[in-house]
C-alpha cells in the first residue's frame, strides 16, 4: 500500500516559517500530482496548495504570496515553505498524492498522509 508520511510540523509564532515535507514510500515510481491540504478545528478540509509532475501550481487564496509548494520528483517528495505565518494557518496539515503508480505496475488515484500539527501561536 502506498504510503505518504508527513513531517516538519511544530509551534510557530506569528510570523515565522516552517517548511513541511512529504515522502512517498519507496515502492512509489511516480506521482502525478501532488497537494497540501488543511483542516481546522470545525472546519472542512481546504486546499492549501497543489503541484502536478510538470510543476504547474495553484494556491488557496489566503496563502498566496506566503507559501511556496515544490516537489523532488527523483524522491517522490513535496515540499511546503510557509513563511509569514498567522494564527489562522494553525491546521493538521495533510499530504495527497493523486495518480500515484508503483514498480510493479499497481495504480491509485489517491493518497493521503496521516498529518501534521501546525500551531501558530504566541
Known amino acids: 500500500q502506498v504510503q505518504l508520511v508527513e513531517s516538519g510540523g511544530g509551534l510557530v509564532q506569528p510570523g515565522g516559517s516552517l517548511r513541511l515535507s512529504c515522502a512517498a514510500s519507496?515502492?512509489?515510481?511516480?506521482?502525478?500530482?501532488m497537494g497540501w491540504y488543511r483542516q481546522a478545528p470545525g472546519k472542512e478540509r481546504e486546499l492549501v496548495a497543489r503541484?502536478?509532475?510538470?510543476?504547474?501550481?495553484n494556491y488557496a487564496d489566503s496563502v498566496k504570496g506566503r507559501f511556496t509548494i515544490s516537489r523532488d520528483n527523483a524522491k517522490n517528495t513535496v515540499y511546503l515553505q510557509m513563511n509569514t505565518l498567522k494564527p489562522e494557518d494553525t491546521a493538521v496539515y495533510y499530504c495527497?498524492?493523486?495518480?500515484?503508480?508503483?514498480?510493479?505496475?499497481?495504480?491509485?488515484?489517491?493518497?493521503w498522509g496521516k498529518g501534521t500539527q501546525v500551531t501558530v501561536s504566541s
Open positions: 519507496r515502492s512509489i515510481f511516480s506521482i502525478d500530482a
Open positions: 503541484i502536478t509532475s510538470g510543476t504547474s501550481t
Open positions: 495527497k498524492g493523486e495518480g500515484l503508480r508503483t514498480s510493479w505496475g499497481t495504480y491509485d488515484m489517491s493518497s
